[in-house]
């Protein structure tokens, strides 16, 4: 029930088109969903983030949209660009009822956005 | 504004070794979580520290253990390795009530052989 599935495991995007990876989670006390970027040899960065309450959060390129019912979460990269390659992590985590803010991670999708 | 920073950038041990890996979190920030990423996975959670204790462990084994100093800064020591012990470890500290506003450090690179 602490799973998070992320789906693709790699994805390759022309420059210029729309970088789609997707999340599915099971515990329902959860209730902060956060995207991580990734570049070799570099930690996770936060990359946008969102909270139950509402279903769509776009920041410049990014979309995240949000289905409660389904359980299910989107990352949406739009104008995919070659500096967008990196590996994206999807995460989860019960921030009410945690004081700890310990995030759930997906497998990871590595993003391949060729020129 | 200095960021996470974590120490050494790689490491080579032997089984059956022992190792400390250090991190000083981001200025202003009193919390540090630690993270185990296998190649190729997600990162999983060890262990957070606040107030110099453990407040909340993941699925680890004793082998692993913790610290954190007054001056918020943490090590992760582990015991007895094995070859599975091989993964980048990332520390990722933040402000208690905002735990999950994390900011990573670019990780220790664990070799075991």
């Known amino acids: 029930q602490q799973q998070v599935k992320q789906s693709p495991q790699s994805l390759i995007v022309q420059k210029g088109g729309i970088s789609i990876i997707n999340c599915a989670y099971e515990?329902?006390?959860?209730?902060?969903f956060p995207w991580y970027q990734q570049f070799p040899g570099k930690g996770p960065a936060l990359l946008i983030a969102?909270?139950?309450?509402?279903s769509e959060k776009k920041e410049g390129r990014f979309t995240i949209s949000f289905n409660k019912s389904a359980k299910q979460f989107s990352l949406h990269i739009m104008d995919s660009q070659p500096g967008d390659s990196a590996t994206y992590f999807c995460?989860?985590?019960?921030?009410?009822?945690?004081?700890?803010?310990?995030?759930?991670f997906g497998q990871g999708t590595t993003l391949q956005v060729k020129p | 504004d200095a960021g996470v920073t974590q120490s050494p950038t790689h490491l080579i041990k032997t089984r059956g070794q022992q190792v400390t890996l250090r991190c000083s979190p981001k200025?202003?920030?009193?919390?540090v979580s630690w993270y185990q990423q296998a190649l190729g996975q997600g990162p999983q959670f060890i262990f957070q520290?606040?107030?110099?204790?453990?407040?909340q462990r993941g699925n680890f084994p004793d082998r692993f253990s913790g610290h954190q100093f007054p001056n918020y800064s943490s090590e992760l020591n582990v015991n007895a390795l094995l070859l599975g012990d091989s993964a980048l470890y990332l520390c990722?500290?933040?402000?208690?009530?905002?735990?999950?506003?994390?900011?990573f450090g670019q990780g220790t690179r664990l070799t075991v052989v």
């Open positions: 520290y606040y107030e110099e204790e453990e407040r």
């Open positions: 990722a500290s933040s402000l208690v009530g905002k735990n999950t506003e994390a900011f």
């Open positions: 200025s202003g920030h009193d919390t």
């Open positions: 969102i909270r139950p309450d509402v």
């Open positions: 995460a989860a985590t019960e921030e009410r009822s945690s004081n700890t803010g310990k995030l759930i």
């Open positions: 515990n329902t006390a959860f209730d902060y």
